[in-house]
């Protein structure tokens, strides 16, 4: 299976799950750093998917799934998983709390949050 990881590797959470998660071994995993992607992410927003609202990938070309979507297929796959129960709060809330909290240490390391 090919896997495209579109993230955002100026953000240390983005970048540090994208090099956690150990897919690897098993499948063919692309990591590609969003911005150095913009037409690639001009294509996706055609199709109504943002970079602005998490973790894009593409799964053999074909399927596409981004944010909560992203993480819990990626876990699945993942020999280290990391907790993301597939649940309403995680859905919900917490997912939600990570963006925002992206977006401040972006601005804080003086970072354009939007791509």
Request: charged residues 30%; contains cysteine; glycine residues 2%.
């Amino acid at each position: 299976m090919k896997i495209e990881l579109f993230y955002d590797k100026e953000c240390p959470f983005c970048n540090s799950y994208a090099q956690y998660i150990k897919i690897k071994e098993n499948h063919n995993l692309i990591l590609t750093n969003a911005r150095d992607s913009i037409n690639q992410l001009k294509d996706f927003k055609s199709l109504g998917f943002d970079i602005n609202d998490g973790f894009i990938i593409k799964v053999d070309d074909k399927k596409l799934y981004q944010g909560v979507d992203a993480i819990v297929f990626l876990n699945k796959l993942s020999e280290k998983k990391v907790f993301f129960p597939d649940n309403f709060f995680f859905r919900t809330f917490v997912y939600s709390s990570i963006k925002t909290v992206r977006k401040i240490v972006l601005f804080i390391f003086d970072k354009n949050s939007k791509l």
